[in-house]
């Protein structure tokens, strides 16, 4: 990607996504393989599709998985809202263990044969341009005939895996972001250098707090204690009453 202004050449990610029976393929350019971007593609990926498969088998990036497990890992918090929000289970890959996404691996190889090196020798100046271009060439790589098969992803898209989905939710996903925090003696946990209040009772106290692109929420013991729209400036406060001890209600009136 080159930048209009200053000249300055910026790498992009590919994110690929292959569904298992059709072989069905997604691919979309973004800036970067952190939350934002990797949940974006997932949420773009299922409109692309129509619709939600029963399970995602990710690779063990950092942004789906907190701590690589064998058996049991721990799915990104922001990972597992989107996971809850589209009601799709999440099986990630065991380490080093690339049979367990091979029509992953596989995909990769073709968007690479057939999407990649048909752009090689162009140039692009936004990711709007470059997704415009892939998204033509993706469309001509579905309905490429298999080679030793009948048809082609398209034509086994649309009989294996379309009536498969389940139907997109009514509403739609809307980006989530968790931090752990502690509250400091005046109940107030800080965020971003804004600050907002929880109960008093959990002053010093450690929470988990949920971010979205206008609200934030806190929880404790998995339980939400306190809600804020976000602020948009550093030092700013914003305390509610009831979070307030009696004497400082007191004091404030």
């Known amino acids: 990607m080159i930048d209009r202004h200053s000249g300055e050449i910026r ?12 072989s069905y393929t997604f691919a979309e350019a973004t800036w970067s393989q952190q939350l934002p971007d990797w949940l974006g593609s997932h949420a773009r990926c299922f409109a692309f599709l129509g619709g939600v498969p029963e399970i995602v088998v990710p690779d063990n990036l ?10 049991e890992p ?23 263990k690339p049979r367990d996404k091979a029509k992953a691996e596989v995909g990769v190889q073709v ?17 709007k341009e470059l997704n415009t271009a892939i998204v ?13 098969l009948p048809g082609s992803r398209q034509s086994a898209f649309d009989i294996l895996d379309r009536p498969a989905l389940r139907p997109l939710p ?48 806190v929880l404790h013991g998995n339980r939400r204690v306190a809600s804020h729209v ?24």
């Open 136 to 148: 033509a060439l993706l469309e001509r790589l579905n309905r490429r005939p298999f080679r030793k």
């Open 230 to 253: 976000l602020l948009g400036r550093r030092g700013a406060y914003s305390t509610q009453r009831e979070h307030m001890p009696a004497a400082h209600q007191a004091h404030r009136e």
């Open 170 to 217: 009514e509403q739609p996903y809307v980006y989530t972001e968790w931090k752990k925090a502690r509250a400091h003696i005046h109940y107030h946990v800080e965020v971003n250098g804004s600050f907002y209040s929880v109960p008093s009772a959990l002053a010093q106290q450690s929470v988990e707090v949920r971010l979205t692109a206008r609200t934030l929420e």
């Open 74 to 96: 721990d799915i990104n918090p922001s990972y597992r809202d989107l996971a809850e929000h589209y009601a799709v289970a999440v099986v990630p890959t065991r380490a080093r």
């Open 62 to 71: 950092r942004s789906a998985v907190s701590k690589a497990h064998r058996y």
């Open 11 to 22: 790498q992009a990610q590919v994110f690929v996504a292959v569904l298992g029976a059709s």
């Open 111 to 127: 968007v690479e044969r057939w999407i990649l090196a048909a752009l090689r020798h162009r140039q692009f100046f936004s990711l």
